[in-house]
């Protein structure tokens, strides 16, 4: 199986890098943008057949390791 | 407006009777913006409340000091019209709950205050104490702080040149991360504090404003308990891009002359920024918060006032220079605002706070009594109980010595720490002479040829033992680091890491501590200048050792001169310089070989420190080296002469021939005692160096030659340098392989 | 000898960079602010060490959309001398104006130490004062070093030998150990070590010092 | 409008980040793990309200700052 996860900053945590890519492409002549945030996003394969396991699984990678739940909320896609 | 109620002030981390005293200042009860304000003024972090009593005890004066504790950080001459401003401060909790952006924001705030006062930072610094190795959570949490300040400092361009880093049992719910910057500054261009000029502007430079660790401050003075990662939204992200424009750009404004007084937004943000801008000026502020630059929507007055968004500064500029900081500002791409003006105290020549918010008033403080009258304890004290000394011949004897020397260099704590500092850029700036891995980093004043030593130390164990003594001993063992590679001793700044305070036998470790310290520094003339407290490191009860950690900065008048510790070359003659007892009580040996923990009565004392003793040694080291005369010097701390013996060889790749001159002593003891007042020197000319120690009336003795790949002791014990080597620079690096997870 | 040194948001070897050329030119070098638009007047741009940008999205990224960039290609096609270290190598690559990207080390880790390099070549105004395949030591200090191409680059520059600098102990996983490339008129030179940080005997070397007496030389 | 990108690298390029997630997720234990790769997730907020517009400018915004097309693929996702 396929498993998709998005990590992004939690709410109102400061994003330095999304600011700075604002910032850069105003000055690059784009106009009216706003908000930018910078996330990762992580594909990986699984052995595992079962949806629900195959949930379960990635989702104690994200606690473990992907995401840092400190600053950062994270979403699964489990595909096929 | 909401009702204050005893919850919501409890929830403040106020007592009762300081609420009471609250209400006796204000003459009224507080609305939320105000009881906020008071809570974090009044932390232990902001107003030092348990231990301003014995702080004030510390001698901060010797005639090249341009400015003592009480500022952003302390300032001293180094001649030529330079001078040298450094401080320690801690980060721990948020470094326990968030390893990398606590270290990194602590990084971060420890340079502002140093460039506040107007100088640029030219290293940092780092002592780390982290939990037994073993521990689930070690490895994250060294991985995480070590990954921050390097993120920090090498974005900023400022080189990491030095630090400690421990391992110990009772930091295991309690990591120490202490970071130090030393900046450097034209002694007639140095910026202070307070505010002056009524109806001069407040403005406000830096990063937005959002909703970033509020009641940082407060969390930061309450004991932790396991529902603490609950409070884990008050960690601060840092974005040491835009410290670096801030750094900058401060720099190119106080070239000019419009800044009346600056002051970095730090612990408490725009609360304790305004405030002691305004106390130690003696006036009052008149704040609109909606000129605030922020990042968020529909921020309230108290979350304004007790943000601890990062990269902010608050400045008073002279009337009419708006308009060219302005420009200064925005060309480095940073907010500038004006927030408020500065006001003419009351008839009680009281400056008062006034703060609006969407058109209305939201809270009018009298600045003195809540930056001056915040309480202050003397707190219940016990001393710490005295140890007995032991006996070299108590202590056993290792199956072989040469093993245990491996045993001691290749663990957890003796082991090198290359894994941390070669994540640091610690020679950006093109002024490092001595890299990390020696007694004192040296880096040079640029474009001269004076240079800077600094280093940071403590023996905590040894500070547990025996308060007084481990207080000496700190401050000694910078001292002697320093005067290894040259550099006379000129200041320090500390760092006191203790657990509860409201426990009588934790308050008599930072009494005890406290006083050992300033002997030292009176016996030295080796004041303190700076430094910080951070109490309540302590963990469902159980505190960490106390650890008072002393950054020690001295001074090279031609960096030419300076030795590192690795053995100067083939064939030279070896000394030790002080005299060996073979003091085992409390020493590396007895924890890694012996495998006690310290915390026994029968573990002993720790070495007693002779202040008077240090000064001679060390004066007549430091002698030897301005006159060219050795090659290479090491001090002898922790595991002894044969670690610094193994640690000299190991930095050259060479060997040496050691005489077993233990006499009367059981080798083990010679060779692990922790003495102090001691170094190892090399040198090609033994004869002079004999000759002139024995006239300035300082022990030393020749012990040996430097030559081969061996280290070899008398006739039966050896072991190759690359053995040794090799188990040195692999523990960590193999340590921290280990897959982690947070 | 006209020597500049270009200056981002949040670089910071750009005062070693300019020691490095002072102290081989003999003479007083520029520092070029990025929105600046002309270097008409330069045989030599350097750009610098650091973290433009925080290195924040790419490193280099932002930097390479910057006002300078314009002037700095121009100052390439017309032959001048285009120096970058580190960030700036980086920054040069993010231009187009040397092939390859330079990914996170193989490990993650920054690493800050002296390395050994092997000269490539010496027949460029950069390395003409070191022999082919003398071995230099020099530090490098980055995040992101591990050069990375794909195939037919990778074979186009070995095979025009573009390569300037190897690794003898790959310090960051970069293909082919390599630490340092040249466009292929040889007129701009890229690589991660940084030789301006061993120009002082004081500091621990001089290794680097031929590169910038070389230059000094070369373009006077 | 809000766009979202997302940046991924090209088959065939290297990736050191992917590369050491996997490793330590099958050091923790996680068993049946392969290819993991690492991406970039970017969130926008953009004044335009034309759909097609919109993620025109997107693109552009993409060529030139937010993917290095050599190494780089990216998707766009235009949200009302
Ligand atoms: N956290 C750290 N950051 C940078 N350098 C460090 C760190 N920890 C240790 N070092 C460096 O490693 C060397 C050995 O440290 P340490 O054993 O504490 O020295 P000493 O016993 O002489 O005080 C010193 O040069 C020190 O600066
Ligand atoms: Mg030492």
Same mark, same amino acid.
Request: charged share 20%; aromatic share 6%; with cysteine.
């Given at each position: ?6 990590v ?17 492409l ?55 | ?13 106020l ?10 200042i204000?003459g ?103 939990g ?22 090498n ?90 424009l ?153 199956t ?41 980093a ?11 030593a ?24 910078t ?65 960490i050792?106390p ?19 690795? $053995?100067?070359?083939v ?12 003091h ?12 006690r ?18 000064r ?55 060779? $692990? ?70 | ?12 070897? &750009? ?13 007083k ?30 490193c ?29 190598? +980086? ?42 395949? +003398? ?15 794909? &195939? ?6 070995e ?47 001089? &290794? ?13």
């Amino acid at each position: 199986m396929k498993a998709t996860v998005h990590v992004t900053l939690k709410n109102g945590v400061l994003d330095p890098q999304g600011k700075a890519i604002e910032h850069t492409l105003s000055g690059l002549g784009f106009k009216g943008i706003g908000d930018v945030r910078q996330g990762k996003f992580i594909e990986l394969d699984i052995a595992e057949k079962d949806k629900t396991k195959a949930r379960e699984q990635v989702d104690a990678m994200c606690r473990q390791l992907l995401a840092n739940t400190v600053i950062e909320n994270y979403t699964i896609e489990i595909i096929e | 407006m909401s009702k204050i109620t005893p919850e919501i002030v409890a929830e403040h981390g106020l007592s009762k009777e300081e609420y009471q005293l609250v209400l006796q200042i204000m003459g009224r009860e507080p609305n939320i913006t105000e009881l906020g304000i008071f809570s974090v003024m009044w932390s232990e972090h902001c107003s030092y409340k348990s231990s301003k009593k014995w702080l004030k005890t510390l001698p901060t004066e010797a005639p090249w000091v341009i400015c003592g504790p009480g500022e952003n950080a302390g300032i001293i001459d180094i001649g030529d019209g330079d001078a040298a401003i450094f401080k320690m401060e801690s980060h721990n909790h948020p470094s326990y709950i968030e390893p990398y952006q606590g270290a990194a924001t602590g990084v971060g705030g420890i340079m502002r205050d140093v460039f506040t006062m107007g100088a640029r930072p030219i290293a940092n610094l780092n002592a780390l104490r982290f939990g037994r190795p073993e521990h689930p959570k070690t490895r994250h949490l060294v991985h995480g702080v070590v990954e921050g300040i390097g993120g920090y400092g090498n974005c900023m361009g400022v080189p990491t040149v030095g630090g400690e880093c421990e391992f110990n049992k009772s930091y295991d719910g309690n990591i120490l991360v202490n970071a130090m910057t030393v900046g450097l500054a034209k002694a007639n261009n140095i910026f202070y504090c307070a505010a002056a000029g009524i109806g001069n502007p407040v403005v406000y430079v830096g990063s937005k404003t959002g909703r970033d660790g509020i009641h940082g401050a407060t969390m930061a003075s309450t004991e932790f308990t396991e529902d603490s990662e609950e409070k884990r939204p008050t960690v601060q992200v840092g974005d040491p891009f835009t410290e670096k424009l801030l750094l900058e750009a401060c720099l190119e404004l106080m070239q000019t002359d419009a800044i009346v007084a600056i002051q970095d937004m730090g612990a408490a943000g725009l609360t304790s920024s305004s405030f002691e801008m305004a106390s130690s000026g003696g006036v009052g502020i008149d704040m609109n918060l909606d000129n605030v630059p922020q990042r968020e929507q529909n921020m309230t007055a108290y979350e304004m006032m007790l943000s601890e968004s990062q990269e902010r500064m608050l400045m008073v500029l002279k009337p009419g220079k708006e308009d060219m900081a302005r420009a200064i500002f925005e060309k480095w791409e940073l907010d500038f605002a004006v927030i408020g003006t500065l006001t003419e105290p009351d008839a009680d020549g009281n400056g008062h706070m006034v703060l609006y918010h969407k058109g209305e008033k939201v809270a009018d403080l009298p600045i003195n009594p809540l930056a001056h009258a915040s309480p202050e304890y003397d707190r219940p004290w016990v001393p710490t109980p005295k140890r007995e000394t032991l006996s070299p011949e108590s202590v056993a004897a290792p199956t072989s010595i040469m093993g245990a020397l491996k045993t001691m260099c290749g663990g957890a704590n003796g082991s090198s720490r290359r894994w941390i500092w070669e994540q640091y850029d610690h020679m950006v700036m093109g002024d490092t002479v001595q890299r990390p891995g020696g007694d004192a980093a040296v880096v040079r004043v640029h474009g001269t040829q004076k240079a800077l030593a600094m280093t940071s130390d403590v023996t905590p164990r040894y500070v547990f033992a025996d308060p007084v003594m481990g207080g000496r001993q700190a401050v000694a063992e910078t001292w002697r680091n320093l005067t290894a590679t040259g550099a006379r001793p000129l200041a320090i700044t500390d760092n006191m890491n203790f657990g509860n305070p409201q426990r009588p036998e934790i308050m008599g470790q930072f009494v005890g501590a406290v006083e050992g310290i300033a002997d030292a520094c009176r016996a030295l003339d080796y004041p303190v200048v700076s430094g910080n407290v951070s109490l309540y490191n302590e963990t469902n009860g159980t505190g960490i050792l106390p650890t008072p950690t002393i950054g020690g900065v001295g001074l090279i008048d031609d960096v030419s001169k300076t030795v590192g510790i690795g $053995f100067g070359g083939v064939g030279q003659a070896i000394i030790i310089i002080g005299e060996t007892h073979g003091h085992l009580g409390q020493s590396q040996y007895l924890m890694e070989i012996i495998g006690r923990d310290g915390l026994a009565m029968e573990d002993g004392a720790p070495p007693p420190v002779d202040l008077a003793l240090e000064r001679k040694n060390g004066d007549f080291v430091r002698g030897e080296i301005i006159s060219g005369t050795i090659s290479a010097c090491h001090d002898v701390s922790d595991g002894g002469i044969l670690v610094a013996l193994a640690e000299m060889a190991m930095t050259a790749n060479i060997g040496a021939k050691i005489e077993d001159v233990s006499g009367q002593l059981p080798l083990h003891a010679w060779g $692990f005692g922790e003495d102090q007042a001691r170094y190892i020197i090399t040198t090609s000319n033994p004869e002079d160096v004999l000759e002139r120690a024995e006239k300035s009336g300082v022990w030393a003795t020749l012990v040996g030659t430097t030559g081969s790949g061996e280290l070899t002791i008398g006739d039966e014990h050896s072991i190759s340098v690359a053995e040794l080597k090799n188990a040195h620079e692999s523990w960590m690096p193999d340590f921290m392989s280990h897959p982690e997870a947070h | 000898m006209k020597a500049c040194v270009i200056v981002f948001p949040a670089s910071n070897c &750009d005062r070693d960079m300019q020691v490095a050329l002072e102290r081989s030119t003999g003479k007083k070098v520029d520092m070029v602010w990025h929105r600046e638009s002309d270097l008409s007047g330069y045989d030599l741009v350097a750009v610098p060490g650091g973290f433009s940008y925080g290195d924040y999205l790419r490193c280099g990224a932002m930097a390479a959309r910057s006002p300078i960039m314009g002037a700095i290609k121009k100052h390439a096609d017309r032959g001048g001398l285009l120096l970058g270290v580190c960030n700036g190598f +980086q920054i040069l690559t993010e231009a187009g104006l040397l092939p390859g990207v330079l990914m996170r080390n193989a490990n993650l880790k920054f690493v800050c130490r002296d390395v050994e390099l092997t000269v490539e070549r010496n027949d460029t105004a950069f390395a003409s004062g070191y022999t082919k395949g +003398q071995k230099i030591r020099i530090p490098v200090a980055h995040h992101d070093g591990n050069y990375f191409t794909d &195939d037919e680059t990778l074979k186009r520059i070995e095979g025009n030998g573009q390569v300037a600098f190897r690794y003898v102990d790959n310090p960051n996983g970069s293909l082919n150990s390599i630490a340092g490339v040249y466009n292929e008129r040889g007129n701009v030179l890229g690589l991660m070590p940084h030789p301006e940080r061993l120009v002082d005997a004081q500091l621990g070397g001089t &290794d680097g010092l031929p590169m910038f007496d070389a230059l000094a030389k070369g373009a006077a």
